[in-house]
Every structure is written in C-alpha cells, then in structure tokens.
C-alpha cells in the first residue's frame, strides 16, 4: 500500500469565499499563547501496558503549565472547509506532506533526547515535528505541544485524517496534550517516543494505548507559506 496519500490540490476561492472561511475558523484562534523554551508535555506519562513502549514526558515538564488547551471547544473542519482555508495558497498540500514524511522515514533510528531538536542531539516529540516542517515546508510551528494543539489550522476528524496531519495524545492520564507525532497515512504515525523505545519510530494509531490516549489532529500544513525557501 502506498504510504502517503493524494490529497485534493487546494484550489482558488472568490473573495466571498475566503472572508467566510475567516468567519467560520474565528472559533480556531487560541484563547491564550504563552512561550515555553523546552518540550513537549508538561507532565511525566502514566504506566503504560508491559508490552508498549514507554513514552517519554517532554521538556515542558520542566514549564508551569499554561491555559488549559481549547482543543475541546473547536468545530470539526468538514472537506469543504479544509479545501477552502488553503484556497489562497499556490502549494499541493501531498507534495509538502511527501518531503516531511521522506525526511521523517530517513530519521527513523535518531535518539530520543530531551529537549533535542536536531539530528545531531536527538529529538523529544515537538523537537522532532518542528525539526521536519522548518526543514521541509519552510514552516515555524510553536516548540511545545501545548502551544502546537492550539495552532490556527483546521482540526479534523480521525477518519478523515491525511499524510501530514499533526496527532495529539494525552499520555499522562490528566486530559492535556503531552505528546505528539504526524499521520503518515494507513494507521501509522512516525514520532520520537522516548529513549527506552528508541526514540523517532513509527507507531499505530488503533493500537490500544494510542487510541486511548488520542485527543486530536490538525491540518497544519493547510498554515504553510506559499514561497517555500530551501537551503
């Protein structure tokens, strides 16, 4: 089965169109952003089942914990919206998606570390999806989960989700975002786990533990700039 999925090539809306689309995503903006300078979680996970890897708490462990996330409150992105949001965008959402997955697969392997967000030092879960959508699709996501469920991108149901697509869990019992990993497509989702499961590894999302502790996706790649810099 091929891994990254087609997604519909976004298309140009009216004026009409998009002024609508800003009415209706009004709901999406957080209702506070606060700056953390590590991590993704801010609590230690609970114990999971003996035969699935642990997850690692992140570096916003270390970061007073912020407004609760809004993430329950927002509307589900129907297809219409989703395509209309980026409409204005001159980009094919599977092209993006290809690159930050082709680079993520590549990475499989790297170290868990906490705090890390680069190859060399190794990577916790925010470190590592910053890491792929700056390097890939020239995008600045917020270095913490807590900030990154709360992104201005289109939130989207769990059948409906796409390559790309970012996931949240809630892996320490308390109902708040504590990790993160992307949608790969079929199920799967790559992510950077913890040291003791060997850190950037690919993961199902029905297996019991992550379809436990699932709170969300996002379409942040639908925020992604339309002039692509590379090095």
Sequence with gaps: MTLIEGIV????????????MLKHFAPLVPLALVTLLFGCAAHSPVSQPQDHPQ??????DLIKPSAS??????????????????????????????????RGMALIGTRYRFGGTSE????????FIGYLFREEAGMNLPRSTREMINVDAPK???NKLKPGDLLFFSTNGRGRVSHAGIYLGDNQFIH????????VRIDNLQD???????????RALAMAPTMISRN
């Excluded at 809004?70 to 129907?78: D, H, L, S």
């Excluded at 060399?120 to 470190?127: I, L, Q, R, T």
């Excluded at 950077?192 to 850190?199: K, N």
């Excluded at 992550?210 to 996706?217: G, P, V, Y």
């Design 192 to 199: 950077s786990s913890s040291r003791r499961s060997g850190g």
């Design 120 to 127: 060399k030092s190794g990577f916790d879960c925010s470190g």
């Design 9 to 20: 090539a976004a298309s140009f809306r009216t004026k009409d169109t998009v002024v609508h």
């Design 208 to 218: 019991r533990y992550w379809s436990k502790t699932f709170i969300e996706a996002k």
């Design 55 to 60: 997850v690692a708490a992140h570096s916003a």
């Design 156 to 158: 989207v149901a769990r």
């Design 69 to 102: 996330s809004v993430f329950g409150e927002e509307p589900m992105a129907t297809d219409e919206d989703l395509e209309a949001f980026s409409s204005s965008k001159p980009y094919q959402l599977p092209v993006l998606a290809d690159s930050i997955l082709e």
